[in-house]
């Protein structure tokens, strides 16, 4: 089965894409540099006629039952761009029904790995680092628009003495990394923007692949996404302020508690402490007959040595006196 596909008009080529629908993984890639690219489980059977400079066709060998279904074809030029075409291969054994049904076929499933949420008229970077294994040689960043094929928007690939960028996105630059990490920034995000974007790592084990799935919001439009996070923060702080309301309560109780146990362990005498005394200041003589009393006045002072110790040598002159 030959499916044809030649680019018309002139140009250079850089690569030409063969996916099959509903697989997201290319079943056969061709590049001028690094030659062809197939799978296990179309190895030996798919070959590239290259008749022409332009010519992306392929032929299948051995069919089944199994290769019937949608291809379609993307070959990407320079400087014009990309040119695709699609093919519907049916089964000759059982003709289609002659209708009128001009339905699109099924779209394609899908499998998203991340989601992406802008908001119009923003910036935004979306990066082909998926984790991979093994020595990549070329990545390539398609787009698919809702109900549209595949296209082909990046390609950052190794050639002998360094890299190779090639861009043919429409909206954004396309950026091409050292390590090949692949990247489109757009600018004034709009809703033409938003749709799946798949990232292809070829490298020498296989080809491994991750699909960004991008939704456009108006500007400062409801998001889901930065509501939850406003959620977890309030109640994140609102769980630490009870926290710390909590173990204030605690040691206030706690120490007020100590306080109680501590005035009841004590001698009654000892939870007031007298630290006064009656000292005598000015004795009183009153005579009466032959006999001499003295009567003194007592004031309450604070004790100490200090006031006993003036205190004597006035006792002792008075004494002497009397």
Not at 229 to 254: D, E, H, K, P, Q
């Amino acid at each position: 089965m030959v499916l044809a596909c030649v680019c018309p008009w002139d140009g250079q080529l850089s690569m030409v894409s063969w996916t099959k629908v509903p697989d997201k993984n290319p079943i056969a890639v061709f590049s001028p540099e690094f030659g062809v690219s197939v799978p296990y489980t179309y190895r030996e059977r798919i070959d590239f006629l290259r008749t022409t400079p332009m010519d992306g066709s392929i032929a299948l060998k051995n069919v089944t039952h199994q290769d019937i279904g949608l291809y379609h074809c993307s070959v990407q030029t320079f400087p014009q761009g990309p040119w695709t075409k699609d093919f519907q291969v049916e089964d000759l054994d059982e003709p289609p029904e002659d209708n009128n049904n001009t339905e699109p076929p099924p779209p394609e499933e899908v499998t998203v790995d991340s989601e992406v949420v802008a908001e119009e008229s923003s910036n935004l970077t979306i990066s082909c680092k998926h984790p991979h294994n093994g020595t990549i040689y070329q990545v390539i960043l398609e787009k698919m628009p809702h109900g549209r094929p595949w296209v082909i928007i990046g390609i950052c690939k190794k050639v002998e003495g360094g890299l190779v960028g090639e861009d043919y996105s429409e909206r954004g630059r396309v950026n091409c990394a050292d390590s090949l990490d692949l990247s489109l920034h757009l600018t004034d995000v709009a809703s033409g923007d938003d749709g799946l974007y798949r990232c292809t790592f070829n490298t020498d084990v296989g080809v491994q692949t991750t699909v960004v799935q991008l939704r456009t919001a108006p500007p400062g439009g409801f998001s889901l996404s930065l509501y939850m996070l406003y959620v977890y923060i309030g109640a994140g702080a609102a769980g630490l302020v009870l926290f710390i309301s909590f173990l204030i309560l605690a040691l206030r109780l706690r120490k007020k508690k100590r306080r109680e146990e501590y005035r009841v362990k004590l001698h009654p005498t000892q939870r007031q402490p007298n630290i006064y005394e009656n000292v005598p200041l000015c004795p009183r003589i009153v005579k009466k007959s032959k006999q001499t009393k003295s009567f003194p006045i007592y004031a309450n002072l604070p004790a100490g040595r200090s006031l006993q110790t003036k205190r004597q040598p006035q006792d002792k002159k008075r004494k002497g006196a009397l």
